[in-house]
């Protein structure tokens, strides 16, 4: 299981130490929120930012779109070589577009979902990305309670195995080492936290416990 903390809960006033920390620490990937305050209530970071966290890294950027505009986030991010850009199924008419238009862009392209929207919807996307990242929040603010989404990940899991085998399976909101086991088992390759790291404080102890190393 690889683990992506995400940077939405750590310290801004000190972001390259935390992102430099987490890299140390075990990060196979640092999760990117981008929020526009149109697609959901709150607003993140945007190019100037998302560049110096690129510089800073030596770990490959995760990036989730939880905004109206993908191309437009796209064409801003794609440039500091991110491994994933993940947009939201709810926000986007035109998916396969999308996808191809990240993959032209030497990206990975990943489909996001919200909580209620059905794994069904997915079935024409999923062989056009790599990766599809379940929410386990309704997007917008770190710090959520978990939703139990574990039967998704199981119909994903099954339809994956016919639709596209190599892609991905990523759940973000509320992952700490109260579910990391039930995730696990149901079959998540890449977990998504934010609160749980940074409240533990030892990165290193919290992104192993995650992983499945008891520590
Ligand atoms: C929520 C974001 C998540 C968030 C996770 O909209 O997509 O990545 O930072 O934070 P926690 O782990 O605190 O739920
Ligand atoms: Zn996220």
């Known amino acids: 299981m ?3 903390p995400s940077i939405l809960s750590a310290n801004f006033g000190h972001l ?16 990117v929120d981008v929020m ?3 697609f959901v209530p709150n607003m993140t970071i945007g190019p100037v930012v998302v560049e110096a966290v690129a510089q800073t890294s030596t770990k490959p950027l995760d990036i989730h779109l939880m905004v109206e505009d993908n191309s437009f986030f796209i064409d801003l991010f794609a440039p500091f070589g991110p491994r994933y850009i993940s947009f939201h199924y709810e926000s986007e008419r035109h998916h396969h577009r999308v996808a191809m238009k990240i993959r032209e862009l030497g990206v990975s392209p990943a489909i996001a979902l919200n909580p209620a929207t059905p794994v069904a919807c997915l079935e024409e996307i999923l062989p056009f990305v790599d990766m599809v990242l379940l929410m386990s929040v309704n997007p917008g603010f770190g ?3 978990f939703i139990p989404i574990f039967h998704k990940i199981r119909e994903l899991k099954e339809l994956l195995e016919v639709k596209n085998p190599d892609c991905l399976i990523e759940v973000d909101g509320g992952v700490s080492d109260k579910n ?3 995730l696990r088992k149901a079959g998540v390759d890449v977990a998504v936290a934010g609160s ?3 409240r533990e404080g030892d990165y290193k102890r919290a992104i192993e416990r995650l992983r499945g190393v008891e520590v």
């Open 2 to 4: 690889l683990v992506a």
């Open 16 to 31: 390259a130490q935390e992102v430099a920390s987490l890299c140390e620490a075990g990060a196979d990937l640092i999760h």
């Open 36 to 38: 526009d305050g149109h």
């Open 143 to 145: 710090g959520q309670s």
């Open 180 to 182: 990391i086991g039930e």
């Open 196 to 198: 749980y790291i940074f």
